[in-house]
């Protein structure tokens, strides 16, 4: 950078030099101008001309530009809804250039209809009202606001001991204005000790001092731990002669603590002898128990007896008795000759029918009709007796109490017509059916129960039993 500026120093110089040297040989010539001189005046809006010489007469000529209007304005007035406007005028000073201003009528208002506005607390109302859009013309006319009217206090949210509480006004104009303010918290009062954790044989309990209003614990005491207070023993098993017992005691301060201690067995201990007759049924023994848990400890067995039998009978055949045990032995069906049997002498009283399917007999008469009691036997010859015939105990006026078995399952027509002595009947658990003056005029039987599985009781089977009660 130097180096440049450096040569270019000298290039200047020499040039310097060499202009001195021709203007002293006569060989270079400066035009040196007088002022200038204005031929032709500028306007506003066309340009002038000016001109000035040398000394060796040299002419040097030059444009002086247009000057332009040099205007006085007077701002355009707009016309408005009630008044006339005009238009902007120019005049210019140094010709006779001029804008003539121009009249603007005036616009008239352009209205709209605003409806009316109540007043609220803070804020104006007004009635209906007309507006110009373009200007402030208005027919509107405030009504002032209300103002706020606040009743009494009202407890929203009452203080509590360790929260404040709220209180408000409402705005009797309008109830979404609310003045609130809040109310002192009350502080805790103290009430009664309290034992939240009682103390314990190994624990330490706690008792606390609380609000008596909000419960909340305002101190806390610790309790110290009671320890154990074990009494006497106590039995819970008893030892027997082949197990242990335990016994056991009880804290006072806490049953749930115990001291639990085996007991040893007793071991057992040798009674008298002991004899259980033998009978015809059961064999007998020779035993010693232990006099504490009656368990056998020495035993012998004495075999049973022969039976004592008798001869007896019923409707059905003959057969040993034990006199002793009650069972029988060696039966046998009757062997009848003129309806007495052969072997044992018992007299038949009942008649019998074979049903017609032939698996099962019928009642059908009664052989001697003196007699107070009947007992209808089950089965006869083998098979079930399940039907009570058709006027089978008619006319039976001393009969008094019948039994039926299990087996008999209908009691047909007029089967005990006027048995007038009649007062006890005990049927089947298995009759079906009681048919039509099944029980005609047994004017003395007071009760009969009727069986649950009986399916059919015709309307007139008890007609004329005016002392009857039946039960079901």
């Known amino acids: 950078m130097k180096v440049k500026k450096l040569a270019l120093g000298l290039v200047l110089a020499v040039a310097a030099v060499c202009c001195v040297c021709l203007c002293a040989c006569g060989l270079l010539h400066f035009h040196l101008y007088d002022e200038w001189v204005i031929t032709n005046q500028a306007t506003c809006t066309k340009s002038g001309e000016r001109e000035r010489y040398c000394s060796c007469g040299e002419k040097q000529t030059a444009v002086i530009g247009a000057l332009g209007h040099a205007l006085t304005i007077t701002e355009a007035v707009p016309a408005t809804c009630t008044k006339d406007g005009y238009t902007a005028s120019e005049v210019c000073s140094r010709c006779d250039y001029s804008v003539e201003s121009k009249g603007v009528k005036a616009t008239g208002h352009v209205i709209c209809e605003y409806g009316a506005k109540s007043p609220t607390c803070t804020e104006d109302g007004w009635a209906s009202y007309e ?58 009062t103290a009430g009664e000790w309290v034992d939240v954790d009682y103390a314990a044989c190994e624990n330490d309990g706690q008792t606390v001092l609380e609000c008596k209003a909000c419960k909340t614990v305002i101190e806390t005491l610790v309790i110290s731990a009671t320890g154990h207070d074990y009494g006497e023993w106590q ?26 201690e085996v007991i040893p067995a007793l071991g057992h201990t040798e009674g008298s002898e002991i004899t259980d007759s033998p009978d015809c049924v059961n064999a007998g023994r020779r035993y010693v128990p232990c006099v504490i848990c009656d368990t056998v400890l020495k035993s012998e067995i004495i075999p049973v007896t022969e039976h004592d039998n008798i001869n007896e009978f019923d409707e059905n055949g003959h057969y040993n008795v034990c006199r002793a045990c009650k069972s029988k032995s060696g039966g046998a069906e009757h062997d009848f000759e003129n309806e007495i049997c052969k072997v044992c ?14 698996e099962s007999y019928r009642v059908s008469g009664v052989k001697d009709k003196s007699r107070t009691e009947v007992a209808v036997p089950s089965n006869y010859k083998g098979l079930p007796v399940t039907v009570i015939g058709f006027e089978a105990f008619k006319g039976c006026k001393k009969l008094v109490s019948v039994t039926m078995p299990d087996t008999v399952e209908t009691i047909s027509e007029n089967a005990f017509y006027s048995c007038e002595s009649l007062t006890t009947v005990v049927l089947s658990a298995n009759l079906k059916s009681i048919e039509k003056g099944a029980f005609f005029n047994c004017g003395k039987l007071k009760n009969i129960e009727i069986p649950k599985s009986i399916e059919y009781i015709d309307d007139l089977a008890f007609y004329g039993c005016t002392l009857l009660e039946v039960k079901l």
Do not use: M
């Not at 206090?153 to 204005?177: F, L, M, Q, S």
């Not at 027997?240 to 115990?258: L, M, P, Y």
């Open 345 to 358: 002498g018992y007299e038949e009283v009942l008649v019998f029918a074979l049903e017609p399917d032939g």
């Open 235 to 260: 039995t819970e098993t008893e030892p027997t002669c082949t197990q242990s017992g335990t016994r056991k005691k009880v804290c006072a301060n806490d049953e749930k603590h115990v001291i639990e």
């Open 131 to 188: 507006a110009c859009e373009n200007c402030d013309y208005s027919t509107r006319v405030l009504i002032a606001r209300l103002n706020h009217n606040f009743g009494e206090w009202t407890v929203t949210k009452p203080p509590a001991c360790a929260a404040e509480g709220e209180r408000i006004k409402i705005c009797e104009n309008d109830n979404n204005h609310i003045l609130k303010e809040a109310i002192d918290k009350l502080g805790h």
